[in-house]
């Protein structure tokens, strides 16, 4: 068990560029879940996968933002013309199949939009 | 809709006294609870959770949870507060029906104290 691994840790862009994270899960957890949480907040859900099936999308999720998890392992998160309000960190987790399973998360990809 | 309030943004203990460490939920029905714990430039961390059963929890690092259904709380104590306690702590909630993902209060800051 290597953990949920995400990719990059920082990154610091321009708005109005695009950027893409990746997330890897754990191997045996078919469930991936993103989540943003800024300065002084929880956690706010973003979208969630069973293997490739994205199931469930947040209002938060507009429509700058997509996701994929193409072949059921591992994810990307993309942000087409960035803005300053998307600055935070995003955090990837993966579960097993069970309603209760405990999210396991990532160490998260903070972005900063300057 | 569920939601969770976490009473004391943050919190400062001495070393060795009580951690107490406040969760209130409001769901139309007994949800799943949980507590995370986030250390400085990580994810998050499963602490304990409870699904169904005896309402004392246990979890890792000596913390423990009452669930108490009448009081729509989830409190979570240690009883003697070590230095590599300080983080941030969230407690979240997941409904047993419906819309499956976390949904996090806005987090205690713990301070211990030497």
Known sequence: DTGVSQDPRHKITKRGQNVTFRCDPISEHNRLYWYRQTLGQGPEFLTYFQNEAQLEKSRLLSDRFSAERPKGSFSTLEIQRTEQGDSAMYLCASSEALRNSPLHFGNGTRLTVT | ?114
């Open chain 2, 1 to 114: 809709a569920q939601s969770v309030t976490q009473l004391g943004s943050h919190v400062s203990v001495s070393e060795g006294a009580l951690v107490l460490l406040r969760c209130n939920y409001s769901s139309s029905v007994p949800p799943y609870l949980f507590w995370y714990v986030q250390y400085p430039n990580q994810g998050l961390q499963l602490l304990l959770k409870y699904t169904t059963g005896a309402t004392l929890v246990k979890g890792i690092n000596g913390f423990e949870a009452e669930f108490k259904k009448s009081e729509t709380s989830f409190h979570l104590t240690k009883p003697s507060a070590h230095m590599s306690d300080a983080a941030e702590y969230f407690c979240a909630v997941l409904l047993q029906t419906g819309a499956n993902n976390l949904f996090f209060g806005t987090g205690t800051r713990l301070t211990v104290i030497p």
